[in-house]
Nanobody, 112 residues
Protein backbone atom coordinates (compact mmCIF):
# COMPACT_ATOMS: atom_id res chain seq x y z
CA UNK A 1 0.00 0.00 0.00
CA UNK A 2 1.39 3.37 -1.07
CA UNK A 3 0.68 6.47 0.97
CA UNK A 4 1.00 9.88 -0.65
CA UNK A 5 1.06 13.10 1.33
CA UNK A 6 0.74 16.40 -0.50
CA UNK A 7 1.54 19.85 0.82
CA UNK A 8 2.20 23.36 -0.40
CA UNK A 9 -1.19 24.54 -1.58
CA UNK A 10 -2.67 27.87 -0.61
CA UNK A 11 -4.04 31.19 -1.76
CA UNK A 12 -1.97 33.30 -4.13
CA UNK A 13 -2.56 36.26 -6.39
CA UNK A 14 -2.46 35.92 -10.15
CA UNK A 15 1.12 36.00 -11.36
CA UNK A 16 2.41 34.46 -8.16
CA UNK A 17 4.10 31.13 -7.48
CA UNK A 18 3.58 28.06 -5.35
CA UNK A 19 5.50 24.81 -4.94
CA UNK A 20 3.65 21.60 -4.20
CA UNK A 21 5.30 18.57 -2.66
CA UNK A 22 4.21 14.93 -2.62
CA UNK A 23 5.97 12.45 -0.38
CA UNK A 24 5.48 8.75 -1.12
CA UNK A 25 5.84 6.02 1.46
CA UNK A 26 8.35 4.30 -0.83
CA UNK A 27 10.05 4.89 -4.18
CA UNK A 28 7.78 4.77 -7.22
CA UNK A 29 8.87 5.55 -10.75
CA UNK A 30 5.64 6.90 -12.18
CA UNK A 31 4.39 9.89 -10.23
CA UNK A 32 2.60 13.01 -11.26
CA UNK A 33 0.16 15.78 -10.53
CA UNK A 34 -3.47 16.14 -11.51
CA UNK A 35 -6.02 18.80 -10.66
CA UNK A 36 -9.75 19.16 -10.40
CA UNK A 37 -11.55 22.47 -10.67
CA UNK A 38 -15.08 22.88 -9.31
CA UNK A 39 -17.58 21.28 -11.64
CA UNK A 40 -14.89 19.84 -13.90
CA UNK A 41 -13.23 16.48 -14.36
CA UNK A 42 -9.84 15.70 -12.94
CA UNK A 43 -7.10 16.44 -15.47
CA UNK A 44 -3.42 15.79 -15.93
CA UNK A 45 -1.12 18.66 -15.00
CA UNK A 46 2.34 17.10 -15.17
CA UNK A 47 3.81 13.66 -14.74
CA UNK A 48 6.90 11.54 -14.99
CA UNK A 49 6.36 8.71 -17.42
CA UNK A 50 7.48 5.13 -16.93
CA UNK A 51 10.41 5.86 -19.22
CA UNK A 52 11.52 8.74 -17.06
CA UNK A 53 10.49 11.61 -19.29
CA UNK A 54 8.01 14.33 -18.37
CA UNK A 55 4.62 15.16 -19.77
CA UNK A 56 2.74 18.43 -19.28
CA UNK A 57 -0.72 19.70 -20.03
CA UNK A 58 -0.60 22.33 -22.77
CA UNK A 59 -2.18 24.86 -20.43
CA UNK A 60 0.78 24.74 -18.01
CA UNK A 61 3.74 24.33 -20.36
CA UNK A 62 6.34 26.99 -19.74
CA UNK A 63 4.85 27.89 -16.36
CA UNK A 64 4.94 24.68 -14.31
CA UNK A 65 7.87 22.35 -13.70
CA UNK A 66 7.73 18.86 -12.24
CA UNK A 67 10.81 17.55 -10.49
CA UNK A 68 11.74 14.84 -8.04
CA UNK A 69 14.12 13.94 -5.27
CA UNK A 70 14.46 10.16 -5.36
CA UNK A 71 16.36 10.04 -2.09
CA UNK A 72 13.31 11.57 -0.38
CA UNK A 73 10.64 9.75 -2.46
CA UNK A 74 9.30 13.21 -3.22
CA UNK A 75 7.87 14.81 -6.33
CA UNK A 76 7.50 18.57 -6.63
CA UNK A 77 5.43 20.85 -8.80
CA UNK A 78 6.78 24.36 -9.16
CA UNK A 79 4.01 26.61 -10.37
CA UNK A 80 4.88 30.06 -11.69
CA UNK A 81 2.84 32.78 -13.36
CA UNK A 82 -0.29 31.35 -11.80
CA UNK A 83 -3.66 32.22 -13.32
CA UNK A 84 -7.16 32.13 -11.81
CA UNK A 85 -7.94 29.17 -14.08
CA UNK A 86 -5.25 27.18 -12.26
CA UNK A 87 -7.52 27.12 -9.21
CA UNK A 88 -8.49 23.66 -8.04
CA UNK A 89 -7.58 20.73 -5.86
CA UNK A 90 -4.23 19.30 -6.86
CA UNK A 91 -3.71 15.58 -6.42
CA UNK A 92 -0.57 13.53 -6.46
CA UNK A 93 -0.81 10.21 -8.29
CA UNK A 94 1.56 7.27 -8.16
CA UNK A 95 1.35 4.22 -10.40
CA UNK A 96 2.74 0.76 -9.97
CA UNK A 97 2.21 -2.06 -12.45
CA UNK A 98 -0.68 -3.23 -10.29
CA UNK A 99 -2.65 -0.05 -9.64
CA UNK A 100 -2.74 3.70 -9.15
CA UNK A 101 -2.72 5.54 -5.84
CA UNK A 102 -3.96 9.04 -5.08
CA UNK A 103 -3.12 11.54 -2.39
CA UNK A 104 -5.74 13.43 -0.43
CA UNK A 105 -5.31 16.61 -2.47
CA UNK A 106 -4.21 20.13 -1.68
CA UNK A 107 -6.21 23.24 -2.54
CA UNK A 108 -4.70 25.88 -4.79
CA UNK A 109 -6.63 29.13 -5.14
CA UNK A 110 -5.46 31.89 -7.47
CA UNK A 111 -7.18 35.24 -7.05
CA UNK A 112 -7.46 37.76 -9.87
Amino acid sequence: QVQLVESGGGLVQAGGSLRLSCVASFSINVMGWYRQAPGKQRELVATFTRGGSTNYADSVKGRFTISRNNAKNTVYLQMNSLKPEDTGVYYCKAETYARAYWGQGTQVTVSS
